[in-house]
């Protein structure tokens, strides 16, 4: 992962050969292992490149890159497949190999086409004054864009800058194909123009009217002196997964709900599942697809091949070069399952367990107070009440009550599963506790900028948890002892994408109830086609602050491509009640795993799981813009690089 940087001026006077501090400063987080910057200038426009990257594969390469052409490239990516790069080689030089060999548009549009993985890319062709960049099709690297002085500059970065720039914002560049400016015409004829080169799914139909509404959607959230237009060639990038299945059944499928009192949520009710032939062989093919993308995220990092002896094992000198956001939710559980599969036996793996404090009447009631009225009927899982039951009971005797909310519970309850899954692996759970006052604190000085420019309440709270999760700072609970503990784990592993996929929230089960799988069918679709504007770019900002690299297994291409690929029936169950119908894929998959109790627990979301939704304010909505998001000025700049 990298921070890159291309900050584009086409008048001498609007132009600085250093970018601003805090901006710097915030590139440097994200790429802690190298920083470097390039100077290009000619009489139409000036160029400053910066790329600041975070060594994880192969040979470290500096950037930005250059070759004997004056073609620069800038790359915050992972090849995972697609093109070949072998372990020892660094996928950003062998990038810049293939691109340097286009010939046209057409060969480099054709090269994006094939690579399988997260990537945003900035590369500037000389000869023909082109500035190419773009993301992913999923979106799962940030890159933003600003435009300022009335179009006579603009700039590119995976971060913004923190201060306030109300005029002239910070936005972030639609996952929506690539893009291609020509600079030197651009400068002529003092007009910001935007080709997009936008995906395009072969089998689909109306092309051209899904990319004039595209076109349509990017230009209104720029400035007026921006404009964004379809490229005279009509080519495109061509979609690197599957279209989704919408196939219906033709018997009737029951959307009523009257009868799912008599559904046990148990695991002999998935065990049901699991005794359909085709069921059971579907169920492993996920595992299979799921496994190989785990897996690709996993390996190909660089490792302590000499790790420091301990004559206890348990107490293993050898770092974790690998963590996951863990909550003991069937996402993190599944995926923790897995990443014990390909990563060296001797290496710990970090589950990382995020907890806000709240006040100890809260805690007291959290797993006791009565369940709000479903239309489902659902009914607690008998299973699963019982390990959550126990690890609440532990929670209660804690000394930090204060931090016994639900994902510390599920989340130790979890880790007991894992131990009995595979009691030679070192599993640290790391409980990260966040006061009120440490949370305002470093959401003043770090989150907040990273966060924009979405500004919802649940950006704020997902954005917060998610950096302080990340950030890995919290402790060990050994048998002997409680130990302050830093992860020191460049790669994170989250779940995000099997709520998308997979119907977990609940929204999509009152979808279903009132528009069937017709209507369920259309919602995952939208799903998946915001899912960089919602949720991705914030992530990897605010992962990347710590100078660790984000990795989403569940939006794998090929793991979407597979899901795509079966009708919405044998993915979700929504006339069966919660911790079984949402994700039942997923859970029968657990299931197959060893895993028992946590593929019956029902979804929760991360700001309520950690506690952190309506830590400050109770009568706030989700979708509120939220007061606590606002960047600050330079002046507290010299007092972060202190404290974090």
């Not at 018997?251 to 049901?272: A, K, M």
Request: with cysteine; net charge neutral; aromatic share 8%.
């Amino acid at each position: 992962m990298c921070g890159i940087c291309c900050s584009v001026s086409f008048s001498v006077e609007h132009f600085s050969k250093d970018l601003k501090e805090d901006l710097l400063y915030n590139l440097k987080r994200r790429g802690p292992n190298s920083s470097k910057q390039l100077f290009k200038s000619n009489e139409y426009y000036q160029c400053l490149f910066s790329g600041h990257v975070l060594h994880l594969r192969g040979f470290l390469t500096a950037q930005p890159l250059e070759d004997d052409r004056g073609n620069v490239f800038l790359w915050n990516g992972e090849v995972f497949s697609g093109i070949k790069v072998e372990a020892e080689e660094n996928d950003t030089q062998i990038m810049f190999n293939y691109l340097s060999s286009c010939k046209n548009e057409s060969d480099i549009l054709s090269f994006f086409s094939d690579v399988q993985g997260p990537w945003s890319f900035i590369y500037y062709q000389a000869s023909n004054h082109h500035l190419w960049f773009g993301r992913d099709f999923f979106g799962r690297r940030s890159l933003l864009w600003h435009f300022g002085n009335l179009g006579k500059s603009f700039c590119l970065s995976s971060v913004g800058a923190q201060t306030s720039e109300v005029a002239d914002p910070w936005q972030e560049v639609p996952a929506s194909g690539i893009f291609r400016i020509d600079l030197k015409s651009t400068s002529v004829s003092k007009s910001v123009v935007l080709k997009l080169y936008p995906w395009k799914c072969v089998s689909k139909e109306n092309v051209i009217k899904e990319c004039f509404n595209s076109l349509t959607q990017i230009s209104a959230s720029l400035p007026t002196f921006v404009s964004v237009v379809a490229n005279e060639a009509k080519l495109y990038l061509k979609e690197p997964v599957l279209p989704l299945n919408k196939m219906l059944p033709q018997t009737s499928f029951d959307t009523h709900c009257s009868n799912i009192s008599s559904v046990p949520t148990t695991r002999q009710t998935l065990e049901g599942f699991l005794a359909d032939g085709n069921m059971k062989e579907i169920v492993q093919q996920f595992i299979d697809v799921l496994s190989i993308a785990v897996r690709r995220r996993v390996l190909c990092l660089p490792r302590d091949e000499n790790p420091t002896p301990s004559e206890d094992s348990k107490t293993c000198d050898r770092k974790a070069n690998v963590a996951i956001l863990f909550s003991g939710g069937i996402d993190s559980m599944v995926i923790a399952t897995l990443a014990d599969r390909h990563i060296p036996l001797d290496e710990p793996i970090d589950l990382l367990n995020v907890a806000f404090m709240t006040k100890e009447k809260t805690i007291q009631t959290s797993f006791k107070e009565k369940r709000r009225k479903q239309r489902n009927c659902e009914i607690p899982s008998e299973e699963s009440s019982k390990t959550v039951a126990a690890a609440t009971d532990v929670a209660a005797a804690s000394p930090d009550k204060q931090f016994s909310v639900p994902d510390r519970i599920t989340g130790r309850a979890g880790l007991k599963e894992l131990q009995a899954v595979n009691p030679c692996r070192i599993w640290n759970f790391v409980e990260i506790n966040v006061s009120l006052e440490e949370l305002q604190k470093f959401r003043r000085t770090r989150i907040c900028h990273l966060v924009q420019p979405l500004d919802t309440v649940l950006d704020d709270s997902i954005g917060c948890a998610v950096w302080f999760a990340s950030r890995g700072n919290g402790r060990l609970m050994t048998p002997d002892e409680v130990q302050s503990y830093q992860s020191t784990a460049k790669v994170v592993l989250t779940g995000i994408g099997a709520d998308e996929q997979l119907a977990g929230y609940s929204r999509h089960r009152v979808c279903f109830q009132t528009h069937g799988l017709e209507g369920l069918n259309k919602e995952i679709e939208m799903e998946l086609g915001r899912i960089s504007s919602r949720n991705l770019g914030r992530d990897d900002r605010v992962i990347g602050d710590h100078g660790k690299e984000a990795r989403f297994p569940f939006l794998d291409e090929n793991v979407v491509s597979f899901l795509n690929s079966l009708p919405i029936w044998e993915k979700t169950n929504l006339t069966l009640p919660r911790g079984i119908g949402e994700k039942l894929i997923l859970r029968l998959a657990a299931m197959e795993l060893g895993l028992t109790a946590s593929a019956l627990l029902p979804k929760r979301a991360m700001q309520f799981g950690s506690r952190i939704a309506k830590m400050e304010k109770n009568n706030e909505k989700a979708s509120d813009k939220c007061g606590r998001l606002q960047v600050i000025s330079l002046e507290n700049l010299s007092i972060e690089k202190i404290t974090t």
